[in-house]
């Protein structure tokens, strides 16, 4: 697993989601797409589709953990 991929899944689904937002990221998916992430959980699915983003870095999601570990 990569380092950005073990960063997210330290999120929580709600912070997953609001990190994608910030960052302007949507999750439309193709056909393909759907029948790949058809057995994953929510979770899952969104932390291996933001790590795919090159618009969010390692850096970023550090810094976004340490953020919601302070409030």
Do not use: H, P, R
């Not at 990569?2 to 999120?11: G, Q």
């Not at 795919?52 to 953020?67: A, M, P, W």
């Amino acid at each position: 697993m990569s380092i950005k991929k073990e960063l997210l899944d330290e999120l929580t689904e709600k912070q997953l989601k609001k990190l994608a937002e910030s960052k302007g990221i949507s999750f439309a998916m193709s056909g393909a797409q759907k029948k790949y992430y058809a057995d994953w959980n929510e979770k899952d699915k969104l932390v291996d589709m933001i790590s795919d983003k090159e618009d969010i870095t390692v850096g970023e999601v550090e810094e976004y953990l340490k953020l919601q570990k302070n409030l």
